[in-house]
Structures are given as C-alpha cells and as structure tokens.
C-alpha cells in the first residue's frame, strides 16, 4: 500500500502562489491516480475536493469553483504530486490531503471515503 506526505504548506499573503508537493512510497506510484482535497478550519466534516490526475497524470479534473487557480500534476519518476495555487484568496486558508487510489480518477471525488491512501495534510494559511 502507498504512504503519502504532504509538503510545502505555509503562510502566503493574498494574491500569492504556493506549490504543494505529494510524495509517495512503499509501492508504484504510477498505479494509482491521485487527488487533492482541502478542509477548512471549523468545517473538520466537509473535505472539499479540489482536483483529480490520472495514473500517467495525463488527464485532469477539477472542482469548477477552482478550476483556474489550481493546476495538479503528477511526476511518476519522482513518485510525487503537485497542487499550484495560484490568486490565493483567504477562503483558501485550509488543511490540503493528497490522496491515491488504483480504482481512476474521475471517481475520487465521490469516493474520498474509501480511497486507498491518505496523507496527513499540509497546512496553508493565506492573510489577507
């Protein structure tokens, strides 16, 4: 089974950019798709799903509200994933989980309950 951690969270200032990074052991990264999702402060019930990529990372899914300010990516030759974040707006202040599954993509946001694999989060803290 794949472990994950999260890196690259942080203190941005609205308006900024910040690059998570997803990195993946203990199995082959290139059999499982991989997502990003986020959870708020105070709202420790709703992850919001933000993107989904590929086993080759070659196609991409996104939550429409976020679609233009996030760009996943997945680099199997380094076993890691990627969340670009850029226009970073205080609301986006969360705890960001990467998270795998061998089942696709285009299911991980219905299915964030029985994922294969989760990371612990990373946390991104945007001022205004």
């Known amino acids: 089974q794949v472990q994950l951690v999260e890196s690259g969270g942080g203190s941005v200032q609205a308006g900024g950019s910040l690059r998570l990074s997803c990195t993946a052991s203990g199995d082959t990264f290139s059999k499982y798709a991989v997502a990003w999702f986020r959870q708020a402060p105070g709202k420790e019930r709703e992850r919001e799903f933000i993107a989904a990529a590929t086993l080759s990372g070659a196609s991409t899914f996104y939550a429409d509200s976020l679609k233009g300010r996030f760009t996943i990516s997945k680099d199997n030759a380094k076993s890691t994933a990627y969340l670009e974040m850029s226009k970073q707006k205080p609301e986006d202040t969360a705890v960001y989980y990467c998270?795998?599954?061998?089942?696709?993509?285009?299911?991980?946001?219905?299915?964030?309950?029985?994922?294969?694999?989760w990371g612990k989060g990373t946390l991104v803290t945007v001022s205004s």
């Open positions: 998270a795998a599954d061998r089942s696709g993509a285009a299911s991980m946001r219905e299915r964030k309950g029985t994922l294969d694999a």
